[in-house]
Each structure stands twice: as C-alpha cells, then as structure tokens.
C-alpha cells in the first residue's frame, strides 16, 4: 500500500484547502464551538458544498457523486478535519443514499437522490425500539398491506435529529411467521404524514439531540418500500457497514488530539505544563499509537473499496477502535481542564459567561457525556465483538 501522496493528490490537497479556506463560513466555527447551531447551520456548509459538486464524494458520478478515487476521498477528509468544518449529516448521504442508488427502483432514485444531494430533505434513521437496540431482529414495529398502503403502528428511539426531518428511512415487520431477520422490510416515511408523534429525549449534557417517535395508524404508500418485501435486513446490514466505517473519524480525532496537546500546554501541574508529566504525556503518546494504527486499518479498508469490495467485518473493527479512541479523547479532555470542567454549565446556556476558566474549557464536560454513546450507536461495541468473532475469527 503505498500512502506517499503523488503530485497529482498534492495539487488536489491544495484545490481543497483554498476552497475550504475562501467558501467555509467563520460564523459557523463560533457556532459550532458553542454547541448551538439551527437546522439551518447544520445544512449551510452541505448546500455550499452541492453548489460546488462535492457533497457527495463516495457516489456514483451518474448519482451526482465526484468520481474522486479513494486517495482523494481521503484528502478531503483530512482537509476537512484539519479546517474544522462542520461534519456533514450522514443520513441522507452516507446511509440511506447509497441504500436508495443501490436496491431503489429508477422512480426512487429519481425522487430522492436529488433532493438528499441538495439538502432539501433532512432524513432520520428509524431502527432502535424500546428493547429492540442491539438485538435490532426484535424489532416490533408493524407494517400491515392495506391495498396500496401499508399501516404502520409501532415506535422507534434514539432517533437522532427526528425533530427537523422530513423524512424516515424505517425498519419494519411486515411478517410474523418466519425467523426473525426474513420478516422486516425497509420502507420511507414522510414525516408529515398524519399519526406521527415526536418526543424529544433531553441527553445528560442537557442536549436535544435524540427523540422517541411514536407511529399510530400511519398509511405509507406501498411504492415507498425499498427492494422486496421482508428483505430490509440485507438493506439495513448493507447501510450499517457503511455507517460503521464513517463512525471510526479518524481525521478529527486527530484534530481533537491536537486540540487536547494545545490544552495541556496551557494547563500546569506544581509550575509546570501538564504535557510535560510523565503520566499525561504517556496517556497522549499511547492514544496517538492507537491512532496511528486505526488510520492505516481505515486505508487498508479503503484500498478494498477502490478494487470493488464493500466493507466487510473490519468496518467492525474500525467503529469499535474508532469510537474508543473518540471516548479517550474526551475523557483526557475533561482531565486537563480541572475543576474547569463544570457539568452543569451549558456554552450557550444562561449565566455561563459568569463561569471562571478559559474558554477551552467551555464544553468539556458536554463533549465527554455525549461522546458516551458513540460506543452504542451504529451497533453496540459487544455486538461488533460478536461479529469479528464470527467473520473474522471463525469462532
């Protein structure tokens, strides 16, 4: 595998950082760093992006994709990383996107691939329930054909971002009588549809982030499923690998690294900085060997990709490795911050200008109780244990 870049990639690496540098708006790096961005503020970078062509590096070009080989995908990440730019949301573009160009029928695509590439569409994932999470097989919402409809009664959870979307890509039960992974099926949702209700569901970094949906007599049309019926678990593990690989977010872990050396400089232990303690600075190296070795693991599977093969189990590997790390950070974090890492203190919350400390320290504590998920969702880490076990391991 060769990772030196060619002078082809460098002149791309700089086409990227000058557009990044002259088109990413300022006013989204103080919205971003006080956790308080609108719907509008996610979307403002995606439909810059749109207008240039590159929102949508990893689809077809026939789709609306760049035809970036893999070296260049992976400039763009690092570029975007090293800028701080906003993350893209992954729901539309990363998820049920490469679902729709790859099992839709032609009229599907027509339908909604333009508008996931311009943003005029936010999507949702329906796949937790209460009690159906890691053992997403048990899943209980039901899907009943009624002439051209099917009526849909059941609930979801920890639905990310539900309280903007438009629509729901959703895992359904739409037969009873065989084992459980041949009776689902994935249908879309519009979200306006009547007999959809949702909640929010307020996170212990005091976030409104996740909701619970609950759907009660909803009349879906029929052309809105995807593929064959009580075949969505082949769409939903194929949407899944794809998620579990982009989890891993290696090139802003490694901004946040940065970040976090940048925090201990400033911070002093007995008169001197804390990255100079033996027992810090033991904690950042072996974070950055860690590092080290999920970026090559996340190029090796990309080398897969560019000669044709989907991820596999290793996208497994890459989400529960990339996620720890992600946890780590966060947690070394809060620990060079102090007592300046007051919990209860919100960045855009009421009184927090009164709060002593630097302003790295704003937003540590949020960072560290939110980042408490990343180990859950996309597929609990025991689950991708369980799947390297299998797949790879052959236990």
């Known amino acids: 595998m060769d990772i030196e870049f060619?002078?082809?990639?460098?002149?791309?690496?700089?086409?990227?950082?000058?557009?990044?540098?002259?088109?990413?708006?300022?006013?989204?790096r103080?919205?971003?760093?006080?956790?308080?961005?609108?719907?509008?503020?996610?979307?403002a970078w995606h439909k810059i992006l749109h207008k240039k062509g590159w929102v949508a590096p990893h689809w077809p070009k026939e789709y609306g994709g760049t035809e970036w080989?893999?070296?260049?995908?992976?400039?763009?990440?690092?570029?975007?990383?090293?800028?701080?730019t906003s993350p893209l949301l992954p729901f539309g573009l990363s998820m049920v996107g490469?679902?729709?160009?790859?099992?839709?029928?032609?009229?599907?695509?027509a339908k909604y691939l333009p508008r996931i590439l311009s943003g005029e569409d936010w999507w949702c994932q329906g796949y937790s329930e209460p009690g159906s999470g890691s053992d997403l097989a048990s899943l209980r919402t039901r899907a009943v054909r009624d002439g051209d409809d099917y009526v849909i009664n059941g609930s979801k959870t920890w639905t990310t971002l539900a309280q903007h979307a438009d629509w729901m890509f959703c895992l359904v039960r739409t037969d009873t009588e065989v084992k459980p992974q041949e009776g689902i099926s994935f249908i879309l949702i519009d979200m306006k549809t009547p007999g959809i209700t949702v909640r929010p569901i307020i996170t212990i970094d005091g976030g409104h982030e996740v909701n619970e949906v609950f759907l009660e007599d909803v009349r879906v049309p029929a052309e809105n499923m995807i593929g064959e019926e009580n075949?969505?678990?082949?769409?939903?593990?194929?949407?899944?690998?794809?998620?579990?690989?982009?989890?891993?977010?290696?090139?802003?872990?490694?901004?946040?690294?940065?970040?976090?050396?940048?925090?201990a400089t400033a911070e002093t232990v007995d008169g001197e900085p804390l990255i100079k303690t033996d027992s810090f600075k033991r904690k950042i190296a072996d974070l950055e060997i860690d590092l080290t070795s999920l970026e090559f693991t996340e190029l090796r599977t990309l080398a897969q990709e560019?000669?044709?093969?989907?991820?596999g189990p290793e996208s497994s590997i890459l989400k529960i490795k990339g996620t720890e790390i992600q946890q780590?950070?966060?947690?070394?974090?809060?620990?060079?911050?102090?007592?300046?890492?007051?919990?209860?203190?919100?960045?855009?919350?009421?009184?927090?200008?009164?709060?002593?400390?630097?302003?790295?320290?704003?937003?540590?504590?949020?960072?560290?109780?939110?980042?408490?998920?990343?180990?859950?969702?996309?597929?609990?880490n025991e689950i991708q244990r369980n799947i390297i076990a299998k797949a790879v391991l052959g236990l």
């Open 69 to 84: 080989n893999v070296t260049q995908r992976y400039i763009w990440g690092e570029e975007s990383a090293r800028a701080e």
């Open 98 to 109: 490469p679902v729709i160009f790859n099992y839709g029928n032609e009229e599907q695509k």
């Open 30 to 43: 103080e919205k971003k760093s006080r956790q308080d961005m609108s719907k509008e503020d996610i979307l």
């Open 231 to 263: 075949k969505g678990w082949t769409y939903a593990k194929f949407l899944l690998g794809n998620e579990r690989s982009g989890i891993a977010g290696v090139a802003r872990s490694k901004k946040a690294i940065e970040r976090l050396k940048s925090i």
């Open 306 to 311: 560019s000669k044709g093969k989907g991820p």
């Open 6 to 28: 060619s002078p082809e990639d460098l002149a791309f690496r700089d086409e990227v950082r000058d557009f990044i540098k002259e088109n990413y708006p300022e006013y989204l």
């Open 328 to 380: 780590r950070i966060t947690e070394l974090t809060v620990e060079a911050v102090g007592n300046y890492a007051y919990p209860f203190a919100s960045p855009n919350g009421e009184g927090s200008n009164e709060l002593p400390g630097p302003d790295y320290a704003l937003g540590a504590s949020q960072g560290y109780f939110n980042m408490r998920k990343t180990s859950i969702y996309g597929g609990s």
